[in-house]
């Protein structure tokens, strides 16, 4: 990157792994790279680190792991020395992709050129935790990055650069995910790239239009079959690949992860929730408008099977209820 830059980095999951890597790849100089805490994971319930962690250790690049920022906060040795490490980097700028701790006041004002996010949606639309779930549930057409000049707000500071990106049909957090993790590190490098120069011209965030996404609650995961076909098959992509979305077959939890709405095909009779057919392409479910194809589904325990394959050993009947 010409001129260079001195760039702290806060993050802790995938995504901001991705953006990282894009930052090492510029050649950017990382002085220092905050992410979250180990925490436990796995079968074993054994301490992981972060996927930032593992690759800022890979490529020798310091790291610190504060349990808090706040300085007068419930941790503030760990606030204390988080400060004075971010001080002795000098970083020009902080880059902050989903790190999972508030910034507080004394680290907005650091680095000369302040902290820059890297938000997954158009803001000021899904401001907050899961703006990617959120845009599928909502149908939307369209997302993208916004990298952000942060303030005190909740994702309400100006914006420096967006990249817009059609959301596929059929995607899946999951999927979408990745697109938007690259698509993020190249523009925060873009982005880092213009404020070097100063060529960054920041832009309020519009006043309409604000919406939230909100934490994703496991409870959300049920599947609510009075909701319309079109509804449920949304929040199934959106629920992919967590919390996953769920139902209840003969007394037993079941995942849904693959399905397709049939809005033509509907009765009054069939309560929602209803088997209508069954075969080795498709169970056919009644919902509150129209109906829902499930092509690919799981038990608790068991692998993601194709709807043939699930049936062989766990049949299900027409006219059985689910949920």
Same mark, same amino acid.
């Given at each position: ?37 180990? &925490?436990?994971? +796995? ?9 930032? #962690? ?11 792991? *504060? ?7 419930? @941790? ?6 988080? &400060? ?14 989903? @790190? ?21 949606? =158009? ?7 899961? *703006? ?30 967006? !990249?817009?990106? /059609?959301? %596929? ?25 213009? /404020?070097? &120069?100063?060529?960054?011209? *920041? ?8 919406? @939230?996404?909100? #934490?994703?609650? #496991?409870? !959300? ?5 009075? =909701?319309? /076909? ?24 079941? #995942?849904?992860?693959?399905?397709? $709405? ?6 009054? @009779?069939?309560? *929602? ?8 392409? $498709?169970?056919?479910?009644?919902? %509150? ?7 690919? =589904?799981?038990? /608790? +325990? %068991?692998? &993601? ?5 699930? =049936? ?10 689910? %949920?």
């Amino acid at each position: 990157m010409t001129p260079a830059l001195r760039v702290a980095f806060a993050g802790t999951p995938e995504f901001a792994r991705v953006a990282l890597q894009a930052l090492h790849a510029a050649g950017c100089h990382i002085p220092l790279v905050l992410t979250q805490p180990d &925490r436990p994971a +796995g079968r074993g319930m054994k301490l992981q680190a972060s996927p930032v #962690k593992q690759f800022a250790l890979a490529h020798h690049i310091p790291v610190a792991q *504060p349990r808090s920022l706040r300085v007068d906060g419930k @941790y503030p040795d760990d606030a204390t020395a988080a &400060r004075d490490a971010l001080a002795q980097a000098q970083a020009d700028v902080w880059v902050v992709a989903a @790190y999972g701790l508030i910034l507080p006041q004394w680290a907005l004002e650091m680095p000369r050129l302040g902290c820059l996010n890297i938000h997954a949606s =158009l803001l000021p639309r899904w401001r907050g935790a899961a *703006p990617i779930h959120r845009a599928i549930e909502a149908s939307d057409a369209e997302t993208g990055i916004t990298i952000m000049q942060m303030d005190a707000g909740l994702d309400t500071g100006d914006m420096l650069l967006v !990249e817009r990106l /059609a959301i %596929g049909r059929d995607e899946t957090t999951g999927q979408l995910h990745d697109r938007l993790a690259a698509l993020g590190g190249r523009s925060i490098v873009q982005a880092l790239e213009q /404020a070097a &120069r100063g060529h960054l011209r *920041p832009v309020s965030q519009p006043v309409l239009g604000v919406t @939230y996404a909100n #934490k994703i609650d #496991k409870a !959300e995961a049920a599947i609510d079959w009075s =909701l319309p /076909a079109e509804a449920i098959a949304c929040r199934v992509r959106a629920f992919d690949p967590f919390p996953g979305a769920a139902t209840q077959a003969a007394g037993e939890p079941i #995942k849904v992860w693959r399905v397709a $709405a049939e809005p033509g095909v509907d009765t009054q @009779y069939p309560a *929602p929730g209803t088997v209508l057919s069954v075969s080795t392409d $498709a169970v056919l479910v009644q919902t %509150g408008r129209g109906a829902l194809r499930l092509t690919e =589904l799981q038990r /608790a +325990g %068991g692998k &993601r099977l194709a709807v043939a394959e699930f =049936l062989r050993g766990f049949p299900l009947q027409t006219g059985q209820r689910l %949920g």
